[in-house]
């Protein structure tokens, strides 16, 4: 892991591979080890850089509230300080709202953009799956204990069977009362953007089988971002950059190193 100072605060991050730089930006839950498997078979073709967010991994922030502004000014000026001019990024699930709102806050950093598992940025979140979220929510308060049935809503059922071991991702959040707090209002906290402004050509991925975002709604994306283009992963819950990480690099891949 490395270190650097960027828009105020501390930056952990793991840099691998070479080529043009890509940017991972992790889930809620996550922290930037859950691109593990993803980033080695992107790594021979790209600089990937996984890094982990406010209130994440090994990341040092200060105390107070922050918002998916604050959150894509972060991924701005990581990019500027670690020398690129402009980048690839790819976002998924809570990383690709701040994908959303980086590519309009900052679209001279922006050099491609992949979408992938993620909400329209500035719907209520509940709204998006109504009878999801409750029993999310409830199973989310009651971890460790409800932890097979929480996972659930990001994997498959058949995958957590042979891969059991997936269940780590989240018996190893290590967030403490605060920092779980701060990460929980960022959603909450009100921003509007308009798709129809953002610059990079920008690809939309879903998992056939999420259970958390519905595909429909991630899809969504593409009809408001100006030529986008999308594609449904099948077979894979939300969480596909773990689930089948070789069949998202492939297409990240394909998109990136397309000319068109």
């Known amino acids: 892991m490395e270190t650097v100072e960027a828009n105020g605060i501390s930056i952990s991050f793991k840099r691998r591979g070479e080529g043009p730089p890509l940017f991972l930006l992790h889930g809620a839950e996550a922290d930037h080890s859950m691109f593990d498997a993803f980033a080695a078979v992107l790594a021979p073709h790209f600089t990937v850089i996984a890094y982990d967010q406010r209130d994440s991994g090994a990341t040092r922030n200060p105390p107070e509230p922050y918002g998916l502004g604050e959150l894509a000014d972060d991924l701005a000026a990581l990019v500027a300080v670690l020398g690129y001019a402009r980048a690839h990024v790819f976002g998924t699930s809570f990383g690709g709202a701040i994908a959303q709102v980086a590519a309009v806050r900052h679209p001279a950093r922006i050099d491609r953009l992949i979408l992938a598992s993620t909400f329209r940025v500035g719907v209520p979140v509940a709204s998006i799956n109504p009878e999801g979220f409750p029993r999310f929510a409830e199973l989310r308060a009651r971890l460790p204990e409800s932890l097979p049935a929480f996972a659930e809503y990001f994997f498959t059922p058949g995958y957590i ?42 690809l939309v991925l879903a998992g056939s089988e999420d259970r958390l975002i519905p595909p429909a709604h991630t899809l969504s994306l593409a009809r408001e971002i100006p030529g986008a283009r999308s594609a449904i992963v099948e077979g894979v819950g939300h969480v596909g950059t773990i689930q089948d990480p070789a069949t998202m690099a492939a297409h990240v891949r394909a998109f990136l190193q397309n000319d068109n």
Do not use: C, M, W, Y
């Open 161 to 202: 069977a042979a891969h059991p071991d997936a269940l780590s991702l989240f018996a190893g959040n290590k967030r403490d009362a605060g920092q779980r707090e701060r990460r929980g209002a960022v959603l909450a906290q009100p921003i509007e953007i308009s798709l129809g402004a953002v610059k990079a050509p920008t």
